[in-house]
């Protein structure tokens, strides 16, 4: 049984950091995609940054470009987002994914087989 388990969020006021973790159990991560989303309250679950199986490529939200970086290591079975220059709107709950299939990762909620339950970010003005 594959088991994601997101850790790292928190209270943050806005300039603020965190860097947040996923640890997957079940099955290694090493040639799987990786990915993480965030949903608002009210909102859609949407794309925040996806990193390929090598590490070599990574994909962000336009919002969080220069702001956000994927990261993983695969001997850890574990992939990381550093947050860094928090904004309110940045406020959300985080969650990392897994494709039972795709190498490269990808933006799209349906890219993705496996999720975490999630880690709360508030991000305080």
């Known amino acids: 049984q594959v088991q994601l388990v997101e850790s790292g969020g928190g209270l943050v006021q806005a300039g603020g950091s965190l860097r947040l973790s996923c640890a997957t159990s079940g099955r290694s991560i090493s040639i799987y995609g990786m990915g993480w989303f965030r949903q608002a309250p009210g909102k859609e679950r949407e794309f925040v940054a996806a990193?390929?199986?090598?590490?070599?490529?990574?994909s962000y939200k336009d919002s969080v470009k220069g702001r956000f970086t994927i990261s993983r290591d695969n001997a850890k079975n574990t992939v990381h987002l550093q947050l860094s220059s928090l904004k309110p709107e940045d406020t959300a709950v985080y969650y990392c994914?897994?494709?039972?299939?795709?190498?490269?990762?990808?933006?799209?909620?349906?890219?993705?087989?496996?999720w975490g339950q999630g880690t709360q970010v508030t991000v305080s003005s």
């Open positions: 994914a897994t494709s039972r299939t795709s190498r490269s990762g990808g933006a799209s909620v349906g890219s993705y087989d496996y």
């Open positions: 990193i390929d199986w090598s590490g070599d490529r990574t």
